[in-house]
C-alpha cells in the first residue's frame, strides 16, 4: 500500500537536516581526538590551547594525562550520543534532544564569545597584558573556540530542521 505524501512527509521529517548533525559530530570527535592525542604523550598544536597546558604536560604529567582523557571521553560522547540517538540508538531521545539544545547552545555562546575575545585582543581592540600568550590566543582565535561555535551551531541547526512538524488545528 501507498503511503499518502503527508504521511512520507511525516515520516522523513526526522531525517531533515542529517547533514548538520553528521558535521557537529565531526567537529565535537576532531575535538575529542585531540585531547586524547594531546592524554597519550602528544604535544603537535597544545601551546595553542596556552602556555598553562603545555607546562602541566611537563610538571604533572599523569595528572595533566588524566584530565586530558576525561575531557576527550565528555566530548566523544557529547559528539556521538546524539547522533546515535537521532538514529534510534540511543535510549531516551527526548531527553538527548533537550539535553542536545542545550548544549549547542552552550557551544554557540562559549565559542563565540571566546573567539571573538581572543580575536579582539590579537587586533588591537582590547588591551592585553605584555605578557599575553600569543600562541594560546591564536589557537582560540582561530582554531579551538571557531570549531566550538561551528560544532554547536551545526548541531543546533540539525535540532531546527528536524523538529516535529507543526499541525493546524482542525486538520
Known amino acids: 500500500m501507498r503511503r499518502s505524501i503527508s504521511q512520507r512527509r511525516h515520516r522523513t521529517r526526522p531525517a531533515r537536516g542529517r547533514f548538520?548533525?553528521?558535521a557537529a559530530c565531526t567537529l565535537?570527535?576532531?575535538?575529542?581526538?585531540?585531547?586524547?592525542?594531546?592524554?597519550?604523550?602528544?604535544?603537535?598544536?597544545l601551546a595553542t590551547v596556552g602556555q598553562f597546558a603545555v607546562q602541566a604536560a611537563k610538571d604533572v604529567p599523569l595528572q595533566a594525562a588524566l584530565l586530558l582523557a576525561g575531557t576527550a571521553l565528555l566530548k566523544a560522547a557529547a559528539a556521538v550520543i546524539p547522533l546515535a540517538a537521532a538514529y534510534g540508538r540511543f535510549p531516551f531521545p527526548g531527553v538527548i534532544r533537550v539535553l542536545s539544545w542545550i548544549g549547542g547552545a552552550g557551544l554557540v555562546v562559549?565559542?563565540?564569545?571566546?573567539?571573538?575575545?581572543?580575536?579582539?585582543v590579537l587586533a588591537g581592540w582590547i588591551p592585553a597584558d605584555p605578557e599575553a600568550d600569543s600562541q594560546g590566543l591564536l589557537g582560540h582565535a582561530l582554531l579551538w573556540d571557531p570549531l566550538f561555535l561551528g560544532w554547536g551551531a551545526c548541531l543546533l541547526?540539525?535540532?531546527?530542521?528536524?523538529?516535529?512538524?507543526r499541525t493546524e488545528p482542525g486538520a
Open 28 to 45: 565535537g570527535l576532531i575535538h575529542a581526538g585531540f585531547s586524547l592525542y594531546w592524554a597519550l604523550g602528544g604535544r603537535w598544536l
Open 110 to 120: 562559549y565559542g563565540g564569545v571566546n573567539t571573538a575575545a581572543a580575536a579582539a
Open 20 to 22: 548538520f548533525l553528521w
Open 157 to 165: 541547526a540539525y535540532l531546527f530542521a528536524s523538529r516535529p512538524a
